[in-house]
């Protein structure tokens, strides 16, 4: 009666590989030059796994890998050979380190160029483990819970990740593993519920406190263009990273506080509407020398989508609008000024030096 | 971008009817769907408009910044209202919303009160494979002291034994982690009993 599953392990097509007919209903205006699918993204759907078709069988995997490096750190990859493709394409399956990585990737991959073929990309979930599955969902519940200020875990025993969540500079540090104590050995079920700044708040360590808050916005679209120009530099040559560590960039971290609230998420993942018109400008030079172009759109600072700013003559559309524009406001505003000073300290360094004359 | 497109524009107001609390049928606005009367625009159906529309909330809900609003805009009614629709599309995409938020703890307060768990419990059994797949992460999530009564019940346990012997492995891996990190060890074993005392092809005897 379950007729949810699909036959075959990892490998077989899956539906959700499968890329859904193009919405022809939807309005112009949220259109752009790219016909999307409706579809709803749950972490179930996003992986650090991405599978991509339709890469020309000329033998670029390296250069295909290279591409997809530029956003962040890979663990693996290879060619899926058992996967169905079309006559002259290879399917392939790349391992990112993160999942915003593999999101942002996704997100300027898919539908790309390459080598006068078109790529498509997307989530391939089945290929985690149950471990991998667990760690997404706990990386999920941990992000809630910062960026809504709650503590709130249900804790049925204590789960054993992998050895490094034991360290402080880990990201992966699980808020239940350090609080051991008031954990029982058996399965105990024990719950930290109310709010924060109680009792429980005490067995999470403080000095994640910093670490936990810059984190935190990674499921942002700008923050994760940051970090993976920062894992470019780590890693410009795909390269297996075992155990897999934190890019130790403070700098990074730095730039990541001000300009992530996640709230140029607000916006709906199916309308990107400067994104397409720039991609559309881009078109097919991408594919060997666009790298560049978006090396420099990083280096800028996040660029969040312009709003059209136009009176959809209905009250609460525009009400939605107007927050919508005046909260990227706020967040573009914060931005400019971290960005700002360095320069103003070098315009007053070139005063002195006149005056000397 | 194409300013002159919005000259076309037509404002759809999408109305969902929701039943309250109290039984009350009252009107849900959300003026949230655009559509264009350009020529290149097939014309589309309210179904499809309610579609969209549901999508766009959905995906919403995923930013934890966008809660208070969905709160306000009842969202959250709506999402559990959809799941018991016929139109299998406006069932998917209300469970993978409340998959996005329910760990927020307010939501899930809200889910959990207004007697959110039996309807996604239901849709453990739906033949879409994206509405199973985050009913059970939604399950997970909804999981407290006081409501592990009700999402790790014994039907709920069994169904995750199955799922977790699916050649699916998203949902046998999920089925997995709710097995071990959700379920005490005495309640997977009750669920395996059962399923190894369902008498397949025997008759009960007649008293």
Redesign the interface.
């Known amino acids: 009666?379950?007729?949810?599953?699909?036959?075959?392990?990892?490998g077989a097509p899956c539906?959700?590989h499968a890329q859904l007919g193009a919405?022809?209903?939807?309005?112009?205006?949220?259109e752009g030059w790219r016909p999307r699918a409706?579809?709803?993204?749950?972490?179930?759907?996003e992986s650090r796994y991405l599978l991509i078709q339709g890469v020309p069988a000329l033998g670029v995997m390296k250069e295909l890998v290279e591409q997809f490096a530029l956003y962040g750190a890979i663990e693996e990859y290879h060619a899926l050979d058992e996967y169905p493709a079309e006559q002259f394409t290879e399917v392939y399956l790349i391992k990112f380190q993160k999942l915003q990585c593999a999101r942002v990737a996704k997100k300027k991959m898919d539908e790309r160029s390459f080598f006068g073929s078109l790529l498509h990309v997307c989530y391939a979930?089945?290929?985690?483990?149950?471990q991998e599955?667990?760690e997404k969902?706990q990386d999920?519940?941990k992000y809630?819970?910062k960026?809504?200020n709650?503590r709130?875990c249900?804790v049925?025993?204590k789960?054993e990740g992998p050895k490094k969540t034991l360290s402080k500079n880990s990201e992966h540090d699980c808020p239940w593993s350090t609080s051991g104590s008031s954990v029982a050995s058996s399965?105990d079920?024990?719950?930290f519920?109310g709010s924060p700044g109680v009792s429980h708040n005490s067995a999470y360590p403080s000095g994640n406190q910093n670490q936990s808050l810059l984190t935190s916005p990674r499921?942002d679209n700008s923050c994760a263009e940051i970090s993976g120009y920062f894992g470019q530099n780590t890693s410009l040559t795909p390269s297996v990273h075992p155990g897999g560590h934190t890019p130790p960039a403070s700098l990074m971290q730095q730039r990541m506080v001000p300009a992530c609230?996640?709230?140029d998420?607000?916006m709906?993942?199916?309308t990107h509407?400067?994104e397409r018109?720039r991609k559309r400008e881009e078109g097919n030079k991408f594919s060997l020398i666009g790298t560049s172009e978006d090396n420099t759109e990083v280096v800028i600072g996040p660029q969040l989508p312009?709003i059209?700013k136009?009176d959809?003559?209905?009250e609460?559309?525009n009400t939605?609008a107007t927050?919508i524009r005046n909260k990227l406001k706020e967040v573009a505003d914060s931005v400019s000024t971290s960005v700002e000073k360095p320069e103003s300290s070098s315009a007053k360094r070139l005063v002195k030096q006149r005056r000397r004359i | 971008?194409?300013?002159g497109?919005?000259e076309?524009?037509q404002?759809l107001?999408t109305e969902f009817q929701v039943t309250d609390s109290t039984g009350n049928k009252r009107r849900c606005?959300l003026?949230?769907c655009?559509?264009?009367v350009?020529s290149?625009?097939?014309p589309?159906s309210l179904a499809?408009?309610k579609?969209?529309v549901l999508?766009?909330l959905?995906?919403?809900a995923?930013?934890?910044?966008?809660?208070e609003?969905l709160r306000q805009l009842q969202v959250l009614d709506l999402f559990l209202d959809m799941l018991t629709e016929d139109n299998e599309t406006l069932v998917?995409?209300a469970m993978?919303?409340l998959?996005?938020l329910c760990?927020?703890?307010?939501n899930?307060e809200y889910i959990l009160e207004a007697n959110g768990v039996e309807p996604i419990i239901n849709c453990l059994?739906?033949?879409?494979?994206?509405?199973?797949?985050?009913a059970v992460?939604t399950l997970?999530?909804l999981?407290?002291?006081q409501s592990?009564a009700q999402t790790t019940a014994l039907p709920v346990v069994e169904c995750m034994l199955?799922?977790s012997l699916?050649?699916?492995?998203?949902?046998s891996?999920?089925a997995?982690?709710f097995l071990q990190?959700?379920?005490?060890?005495p309640q997977v074993e009750e669920a395996r009993n059962l399923s190894k005392h369902t008498a397949v092809g025997i008759p009960l005897p007649k008293d």
């Open positions: 009666k379950m007729a949810a599953g699909s036959s075959g392990g990892p539906r959700h919405c022809e209903s939807r309005a112009k205006y949220r409706v579809k709803v993204y749950t972490i179930n759907l979930p089945e290929f985690e483990t149950v599955t667990r969902l999920r519940r809630i819970a960026a809504t709650q709130d249900f049925l025993k789960v399965w079920p024990s719950c519920t499921y609230n996640g709230i998420r607000f709906p993942r199916t509407l400067q018109k312009e059209p136009v959809m003559d209905d609460s559309l939605s927050l | 971008m194409e300013l497109r919005l076309y524009l404002a107001v606005s003026a949230l655009v559509s264009s350009s290149h625009t097939r589309f499809e408009a579609e969209q999508a766009n959905a995906n919403f995923y930013d934890p910044s966008n809660y609003y998917e995409f993978g919303g998959c996005n760990l927020d703890k307010t899930k059994s739906s033949s879409n494979e994206e509405t199973v797949v985050s992460t997970m999530f999981t407290t002291t592990r199955r799922f699916s050649a699916n492995a998203r949902l891996n999920l997995s982690i990190d959700y379920c005490s060890p």
